[in-house]
């Protein structure tokens, strides 16, 4: 789970686990990527805390930390949910190069359909990911206030 660091508002600004990143593109309001348990319902698989997306009009990327193996060599499993009856979905990519910080050239490899209410367990192997990726990267989409809740991210 998301339990280091310690959880924010919902409201805020929140603090990513160590070597993971965050971007948002400007939106009203101001966009977020939180781990946190409190303010606006979290749906948690384990433990108390989670990753939650907010934005509208825009996006919100996590960006998982550089690992040792070719990202074509992992797996990754994660558990996901949405907080509203949504069309969103959550997207899967990479990214090719350490850009400036805006991922303009995050890749989609998979996307997730939105389910209200209740966590599910989604998993991809990596093996057409191409070796110029070097991160991972999750990317929440939304023109409205849908929150979009991650936990448990396993990548192995």
Known sequence: GFEDPTGTLWTQHGLLPPCWEGYNNPSYPTPHNTIGSYGAPHIIHSGEQCLSFCNKDGDSYAILPEFSNPISDLQINFWMATNGNTTDKLRLG????????????FTEIASYDSNSGSMVQRSKTLE????????????????????CFVDDVEVY
């Not at 990479?94 to 991922?103: S, V």
């Not at 070796?131 to 929150?147: D, G, M, V």
């Open 94 to 105: 990479y990214l090719t190069t350490e850009d400036d910080g805006t991922c303009n050239t």
């Open 128 to 147: 057409n990911v191409p070796a110029e990726a070097y991160r991972l990267a999750f990317k929440w989409s939304t023109s409205y206030y849908y929150l």
